[in-house]
């Protein structure tokens, strides 16, 4: 049975008190019927939204990370506050608790009497189910001004809370009401409800709540402010205070005897107040947390509109499982940290992805995530994602250099060129002809003139296999040319290519060397493509969503055949070389591997892009200052002067050392190999002459820098050589 229906005390309370402040209100001349009417003809108990709780990311291991909230709150049933503190809160805010309904007369008569003769609220009469009432309004208020209603020291607003907690008494049992009481209430120091408070004043749950410690939140709810212990050793001193007052009240009520009361008072306050930092700053994985906040921001598969979407963030109390792999992660900052330190203006940034699911393993820069001292621009913080997009919190990013050969290279693959296959290049070259973007307009550039970056050459012949090796620009822009600019570009398009600041890809004839600013995520879901035989798979942080309720929502990749599985393999091939015969000859991570290096035309950036079938890796290093007025030329970065950075000489060694650390305890798997009757063989005229020169020049150097003795042997040595 219902503790009220309006019954005879009940009623008689609420027409009584009501009586006292009425005319305050509504004038003397207001019937008796219509007071008792305003008390019996009850309106709907009040709106109650999901109350907000705190958002919370883990790794992959299932350890947080980071947590979101515009309230630190954790609901829990009333079955998982201890008793103790079940008794220490009523004792202390509404000892008639489980006798009135809902109004409690004695109280109520006592502040309504108070209030009346000084003209205004000056005593709170209110019952626990009030108090809730008024938590719900200003929890349910959406603007400052519903929210200084909700708390107004107005006896309408009074006269309004008494009835909807008349209303709540009807609808709810009186454990019920306790318990959303409980979840409600601000207890300080940023804690809402009685999970969040015990675990941030005593590091323990509800549950295991001692008296002392139940006494002591019981005590801060009514004045959180001035008892919040965060703030310093007078506040702790009012808490105490409160503590003890609260002890005295259940020994006066028979529900502790004045013995444990006292034993109690006796004991310090034993806090052990935990942090809750909230937010992407105060994470352990700053951009990859900053990523994951934008994912859910800016897709719609979270909400229909950016606001739901915030608001499901804020306070949504959802469980995010993310793909970050704590160990790759450690991998890739430390790799980075060991080149690049945080007060340098050139920056490094790295990410890590799974071929065939696209999942993000990793995220790390060079220089710390937050705001400077002052706000200053640079220094050893910035607020920009490094790694990622302009989407996901990023920069504009950096132009991606030879790293996009690969595009030309597939397309020529599955247009059937073959390995050997290729042509004489000169040692300039103008795009003055021949190139049309995907509207087919002509975008032809006969001012420009393309050289071959330095250790490139002066021209000459070229296949597909060697210019690769070699990135040969020159090469590479009249291979461009023979499979159709606009066939490159939908080629990387279909591979996940989009330009860091989400504008159009400028279709022009330097495509191919890299002229689109791309970000690190971007760039390693495309390169893992390649590892994943063509299947390409959007960049994802976000695997599972546990919400309130406890239902799970898997989020599954978004994945597609973007190349022939017989072109990557093909691809892979050839970019396996780059380490064995190429720019990253001498470079290794013990294992098979296969990459490209992207270093721009006036070394603006520099990038290395590479690849196993387990995992991908993307680094990219410009200054971040802007690129174009900061060259990587005569710098120091780290600890070491560079003449000019290159793709090998800082973003190669950092993706060696971040893969190898992330694969340390991951079985290798191998490529599979290319289909030599449908890739293998081709002539590209005068190359073998080309590199038996280029062996003897080598050989020639080599042998210039040995003692004159083994100088003078030199020519015996070729005749055992050839015998």
Request: proline share 6%.
């Amino acid at each position: 049975m219902k503790v009220i229906k309006l019954g005879a005390a009940g009623a008689a309370g609420g027409v009584l008190a009501a009586a006292l402040v009425i005319p305050a209100v509504g004038g003397a001349g207001l019937a008796a019927r219509n007071v008792a009417t305003t008390f019996v003809d009850l309106p709907p108990a009040p709106r109650e939204e999901p109350l907000s709780q705190v958002t919370t990311l883990l790794d992959k291991n299932g350890r947080r990370f980071a947590q979101f909230y515009e309230a630190n709150r954790t609901t829990v049933p009333l079955s998982k506050v201890s008793p103790v503190m079940r008794k220490a809160i009523v004792a202390i805010e509404d000892a008639r608790f489980y006798e009135h309904g809902g109004l409690d007369v004695k109280g109520t008569l006592r502040a309504a009497l108070t209030n009346t003769q000084a003209g205004g609220v000056r005593q709170g009469g209110s019952s626990l189910t009030q108090q809730l009432v008024k938590n719900i309004l200003v929890e349910n208020a959406e603007t400052d001004a519903e929210r200084k209603d909700a708390t107004a020291p107005s006896l309408a607003r009074k006269i309004s809370e008494l009835r909807l907690a008349l209303a709540m008494e009807e609808k709810y049992r009186k454990d019920e009401i306790l318990e959303r009481y409980l979840n409600i209430a601000y207890f300080g120091a940023g804690a809402y409800g009685i999970e969040a408070a015990a675990n941030r004043f005593f590091s323990v749950p509800a549950a295991k709540l001692s008296l002392s410690q139940a006494a002591t939140l019981a005590g801060a709810v009514r004045t959180p402010f001035s008892t919040d212990p965060s703030l310093g050793s007078k506040q702790r001193q009012k808490l105490a205070e409160r503590r003890d007052t609260v002890l005295d009240r259940m020994a006066e009520l028979g529900v502790i005897t004045a013995k444990s009361a006292a034993a109690a008072k006796r004991a310090p306050l034993g806090l052990r107040m935990t942090p809750v930092p909230g937010g992407c700053e105060a994470s352990r994985y700053p951009f990859f947390c900053l990523y994951v906040q934008r994912e859910l921001l800016s897709n719609p598969v979270f909400g229909n509109t950016v606001q739901e979407r915030r608001r499901r963030l804020s306070r949504g109390g959802l469980v995010l499982r993310t793909s970050l792999d704590p160990t790759a992660q450690r991998a890739a900052e430390r790799a980075i940290s060991s080149r690049v330190r945080p007060q340098d203006t050139e920056v490094a940034a790295e990410a890590m992805v799974e071929p065939g699911t696209g999942l993000i393993r990793a995220m790390a820069a060079s220089k710390k995530f937050g705001r400077n001292p002052g706000d200053r621009n640079n220094g050893p913080r910035t607020t920009y994602n490094l790694p990622a997009d302009v989407a996901h919190g990023g920069g504009m990013g950096f132009q991606a250099g030879s790293t996009f050969k690969v595009f030309t290279l597939a397309t020529a693959l599955q247009q059937g060129w073959r390995f050997n296959q290729g042509f004489g290049t000169p040692g300039r070259f103008v795009p003055s002809a021949g190139f049309r973007d995907c509207a087919g307009h002509p975008v032809n550039d006969p001012n420009a003139k393309v050289y071959n970056a330095s250790g490139e050459g002066k021209g000459g012949p070229h296949s597909l296999s060697t210019g690769t090796w070699k990135s040969v620009n020159i090469f590479y822009m009249m291979l461009e040319r023979k499979v159709g600019l606009c066939n490159v570009v939908q080629t990387a398009k279909s591979l996940g290519i989009a330009r860091a600041d989400g504008g159009k890809l400028r279709e022009v004839p330097t495509f191919t060397l890299g002229v689109n600013e791309m970000d690190p995520v971007t760039v390693a879901a495309s390169f893992a493509s390649f590892g994943a035989r063509g299947r390409y798979c959007r960049p994802q942080a976000i695997v599972e969503i546990l919400d309130r309720e406890g239902q799970r929502t898997r989020i599954s990749p978004a994945c597609e055949q973007a190349l022939d599985r017989e072109v990557a393999d093909a691809v892979n091939h050839v970019l396996r070389g780059v380490f064995s015969q190429g720019t990253m000859k001498g470079q290794s991570i013990g294992r098979p591997a296969a990459g490209k290096t992207g270093t721009n035309n006036g070394y603006t950036s520099a990038w290395f892009a590479g690849y196993t079938p387990d995992l991908a890796a993307a680094v990219s290093v410009g200054d971040i200052r802007g690129s174009y007025r900061y060259p990587l030329t005569g710098v120091r970065i780290g600890s070491r002067y560079y003449g000019s950075v290159q793709g090998a000489a800082l973003p190669g060694p950092i993706w060696v050392s971040s893969m190898t650390g992330a694969l340390r305890s991951t079985r290798g798997t191998g490529f599979v190999g290319p289909d030599m009757g449908r890739f293998g063989g081709g002539h590209t005229p005068g190359l073998e002459k080309a590199l038996k020169a280029e062996r003897r020049a080598a050989e020639a150097r080599r042998w210039g820098n040995s003692p004159r003795w083994v100088r003078d042997r030199l020519p015996r040595l070729r005749w055992y050589r050839r015998h």
